[in-house]
């Protein structure tokens, strides 16, 4: 475990703790979750970069070949 200190204005402190927001478990949510939507963003980012460039857009057919593919030599690397 890691320990965060941060230092919040006062009122903002005092609203975060009524909220409830300032327990452990809530903290590693909200922090949680915002990991996940900025990864969500530079996602999009990339694909509207390959839109951008006119990198063609894959069928599911073809998205499901490469998820086969990538499974597959995982297998063959794993054993």
């Known amino acids: 475990m890691t320990t965060v200190q941060i230092e919040l204005p006062e009122e903002l402190a005092r609203k975060a703790r009524e909220a409830g927001l300032l327990t452990p478990e809530t903290l590693e949510r909200l922090i949680a ?3 996940r939507r900025k990864a969500m963003d530079e996602l999009l980012s990339v694909a509207d970069r390959m ?4 990198v063609p857009s894959l069928t599911m057919e073809e998205i499901e070949a490469e998820i ?3 499974r597959q030599e995982r297998r063959r690397a794993g054993g």
Request: proline fraction near 0%; avoid cysteine.
């Open 33 to 35: 979750d915002a990991l």
């Open 51 to 54: 839109e951008a460039a006119g």
């Open 68 to 70: 086969q593919a990538y």
